[in-house]
């Protein structure tokens, strides 16, 4: 069993950043694909940022590209999520999410998720 915990959510002021945690727990190990989603109200969880087995790759949804970066640190079972030049329409409910196997934004193919941190950009 996997258990991930997010940490980081918060207010904070357009054109701010903030930095994301997520730390992995129990049966987890570089071969895994991390990923985060997020979920603003009242609309579908969708895909953010992913991150490869070893690193080399990640993938980013075109709403995010070029303001956050994920990343990974193996020997922490950590992965991260920096957010910069926040936008109000970037709030939402941040999941992370594990897989094992190659690197997709398919929601539907990751198999464990964390509780979610709030993310709260005011305009």
Request: with cysteine; hydrophobic share 35%.
């Amino acid at each position: 069993q996997v258990q991930l915990v997010e940490s980081g959510g918060a207010l904070v002021q357009a054109g701010g950043s903030l930095r994301l945690s997520c730390a992995a727990s129990g049966r987890t190990d570089s071969s895994y694909t991390m990923g985060w989603f997020r979920q603003a109200p009242g609309k579908d969880r969708e895909f953010v940022a992913a991150i490869s087995q070893s690193g080399a790759s990640s993938s980013y949804a075109d709403a995010v590209k070029g303001r956050f970066i994920i990343s990974r640190d193996d020997a922490k079972n950590m992965v991260y999520l920096q957010m910069n030049s926040l936008k109000p329409w970037d709030t939402a409910v941040y999941y992370c999410a594990q897989r094992r196997g190659y690197l997709t934004t398919g929601r539907l193919l990751y198999d464990y998720w964390g509780q979610g941190t709030q993310v709260t950009v005011s305009s």
